[in-house]
């Protein structure tokens, strides 16, 4: 639900940027002739010609439209040039296409806060730059103004085309005009600037917006195409949205922009400016009720973030009609295609970004002949992520057998084992999210866990041959490891109903239709998943040890990190990535000591799992009627709490205060259920985390 922020500043300058039919120019790029002539790009997928991406502005002046097949694109503009998505693994490569989005970052990055929004849109804070500007050489002084920025669209002056052009120069350089617009003019110098920059050096052009906050920006960037600006002065914000259907509007396309046209009779964004804030909170709640409230008013806090990198990695691929996977083998060998190439790209980001991912989330689009239940939609499904192709395919295939087994219900899973009953998938995708850099200052850590190894000989023995392994990302994924052998038994506590914000989706173009529609298959609240807590990581970590509790599960993990050919691999690459290996290396130390502790402390103390099922539920812990697995995990985790046997005063406060916030925040959530032994709620947000410890 969207949740509504105070606006930071009225007259903040922010641009959003839209690269115009994004893959077709990069098509164009590679194919010089191209350029100037309808073409469109399409879909691996020869039925009817393939489905459209991307098509040009020239061909869309002949009617070609995304939503046609290239056999029709053909009917329309029978000169159009289809260009077929490169392939790789039977399945759309977009990696010239991200790799083209990445050198457009890079130039809009210059004057500016970069927020990286899609591999095709960015978001730009240009507000220090605009004043900078409105000080040093403000546009009323300027001498000459260039084409571009005379060509811009400025929204509620009147284009009436013959001195449309001289209209717009003179509202840019008015003296008597606010500080507002004065500033918005200046974004709009800045921003010509830009797109002037991104095609002479990447030969693509671009679309933006400029305004005071995201919302407005976005709206405009796509007003006005293809290679042109549009800009929204304070003063026109009224108009604009009183003109908006209310479906257009960033997160009113969905449910509950329905709920506001049939409850509400809205049509326009405007249409809400007769409601109350009280009113909107009583129909939609607190959160949703201040957004819509704000929303019609053309106001919003949101921030651009400084992001340059794509916030999650993503692989799908759809299987239409008679092409729908019917087999668990064959999901399995797609899964596995889609996941090599996750992995591949993940790697590259660690080598070349040092960042980590932690979420790995598999979703699906599926069908069920003969069933009533034929509205049910497929789960998604995350679980930690834990790097190293084979690892990766083994969760995909354990997310994609839970997600079935609760889509089927367990008795159709059970009859249906690989055979096919009836079920069809039509769309499989895996992303990696919660994506972070490597903090810079691991050393400490690293020092930290050295230190504690130094008392324990057994742990340092194991964790200098578990480097061989596959990085390991954090204390609670580590104890879940098993040597890659995994159990739908083992790895269900912690599987989760996936979460993924917006631009998470906007990361997988090709299926992102498909994605967008299984993202909105979350849980009905938020908050009620225990699995997404960091302290949860914690525990499953716990779980799992129990599980391996005969004491051989280091030497069966150091023995299969051997073996493994993976590992080897891994082994060269790390020659020269000195810095992460350490990093690594610390993590797996600090993480066997855990596992150490884990073993020799209190877990056989620990009643089963099966004395706790005939609990009655406490106050902390689920209501009854959730589901069998929530609640068994609940009740686990109470018990096995206190197993956790790290003492906070060993650690001394001034090494933690050393560490980068990043690490502080993370070894705070390692340490915080020694404090909190009692405190997990299944209702509880992640606020709580941020809130003093008690002791109940
Ligand atoms: N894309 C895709 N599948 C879709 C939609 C888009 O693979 N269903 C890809 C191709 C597009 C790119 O993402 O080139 C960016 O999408 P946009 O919606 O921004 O559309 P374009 O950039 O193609 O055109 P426009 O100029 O209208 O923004």
């Known amino acids: 639900m969207p949740v509504s922020r105070p606006e930071l500043s009225d007259s903040r300058v922010i641009a959003h940027v839209d690269m115009d039919c994004f893959y077709v120019q990069v098509e164009q790029r590679k194919q010089q002739s191209l350029r100037g002539q309808p073409t469109a790009v399409v879909q691996y997928n020869s039925w009817q010609g393939g489905g ?3 098509v040009s502005y020239e061909a869309r002046k002949f009617g070609v439209k995304r939503s046609m097949r290239g056999d029709e694109a053909k009917k329309v503009c029978p000169e159009i040039h289809l260009v077929q998505v490169p392939v790789a693994r039977g399945k759309a490569d977009l990696n010239s296409y991200r790799n083209a989005g990445s050198e457009v970052v890079t130039i809009l990055s210059r004057r500016g806060r970069c927020e ?26 300027l001498e000459t103004i260039s084409e571009e920025v005379v060509k811009s669209h400025v929204l509620g002056l009147e284009e009436d085309g013959s001195n449309a052009r001289e209209k717009v120069g003179h ?13 918005l003019a200046c974004g709009a110098f800045i921003v010509a600037e830009l797109r002037l920059q991104v095609l002479e050096e990447t030969e693509f052009t671009c679309s933006a917006g400029i305004a005071h906050n995201k919302m407005l920006a976005k709206l405009a960037s796509g007003m006005n195409k293809p290679a042109q600006q549009t800009v929204v002065p304070f003063s026109s914000i009224c108009k604009l949205l009183g003109m908006l259907p209310i479906k257009k509007m960033k997160q009113l396309g969905g449910k509950l922009g329905t709920s506001l046209q049939i409850d509400l009779g809205v049509k326009t964004v405007g249409d809400l400016l007769q409601f109350s804030e009280e009113k909107l909170q009583e129909y939609y709640g607190v959160n949703t009720g201040s957004w819509l409230w704000n929303t019609a008013r053309g106001i919003s806090g949101e921030e ?22 019917k087999t668990v083998p064959s999901v399995e060998k797609w899964l596995s295609e889609l996941c090599e190439e996750l992995s591949e790209r993940l790697q590259f980001d660690l080598e070349q970004n040092k960042r980590i991912a932690h979420t790995l989330t598999l979703h699906a689009h599926a069908y069920k002949s ?10 998604s499904k995350s679980c930690p992520l834990r790097y190293g192709t084979s690892k990766i395919k083994e969760d995909a295939l354990i997310l994609f057998q839970a997600g079935l087994r609760e889509y089927l219900g367990l008795y159709n899973f059970k009859i249906s084992g690989n055979q096919n009953s009836g ?6 995708s895996v992303s990696a999210s919660k994506i972070i850099a490597i903090p810079s200052g691991t050393r400490s850590i690293m020092n930290y866990f050295h230190n504690q190894q130094e008392t324990c000989p057994q742990v340092k023995l194991s964790s200098e041959k578990l480097i061989q392994d596959a990085p390991l990302l954090s204390p609670s994924e580590n104890c879940i490891e098993n040597g890659g052998h995994m159990t739908l038994q083992s790895i269900e506590p912690w599987i989760s109903c996936s979460e993924e914000d917006e631009e998470t989706k906007h990361s997988l173009p090709l299926d992102r239709q498909l994605d967008k529609e299984m993202c909105k298959e979350k849980l009905p609240d938020k908050e009620t998943s225990i699995c997404s807590s960091p302290d949860a990581e914690v525990y499953r970590g716990w779980e799992k040890d129990q599980t391996e509790s005969n004491g051989d599960y280091l030497t069966e993990k150091i023995r299969d990190s051997l073996e493994s050919e993976e590992g080897k691999r891994k082994l060269n690459k790390e020659k020269g990535m000195s810095t992460i290996s350490r990093y690594f290396q610390s993590q797996n130390s600090g993480d066997l000591l855990k596992v150490e502790h884990a073993s020799t402390s209190k877990l056989s103390e620990s009643p089963s799992l099966s004395d706790h099922q005939s609990e009655p539920p406490q106050e902390n812990s689920p209501a009854r009627g959730e589901s069998s697995v929530d609640a068994r995990l609940c009740s686990h985790i109470k018990l096995k709490r206190p197993a ?21 925040e993370e070894v705070q959530a390692w340490l915080r259920p020694q ?13 709580r985390y941020f809130l003093p410890a008690k002791n109940k």
Request: hydrophobic content about 35%; glycine content about 6%.
């Open 52 to 54: 459209l991406i991307a």
């Open 116 to 141: 990286r929004a899609s591999i095709d849109e960015v978001y730009l804070d240009l507000t220090i730059a605009a004043e900078a500007m409105l000080v040093d050489n403000p546009p009323e002084c």
């Open 171 to 183: 509202w840019l350089t008015r003296s008597d005009a606010s500080r507002r617009d004065k500033l």
């Open 304 to 325: 651009v973030k400084e992001r340059l990198l794509p916030n999650s990695h993503g692989s799908g691929k759809t299987f239409p009609g008679p092409r729908a996977l």
């Open 370 to 379: 003969n069933d009533i239940d034929s509205f049910k939609k497929f789960p």
């Open 423 to 428: 079920w069809g998938i039509t769309g499989l």
């Open 644 to 664: 956790w046997s790290y003492d906070i005063d060993e650690i001394d406060q001034d090494v933690l205060n050393e560490l980068p916030k990043q690490i502080q």
């Open 675 to 687: 404090k909190r032994p009692h405190t997990v709620k299944r209702d509880s947000g992640i606020a």
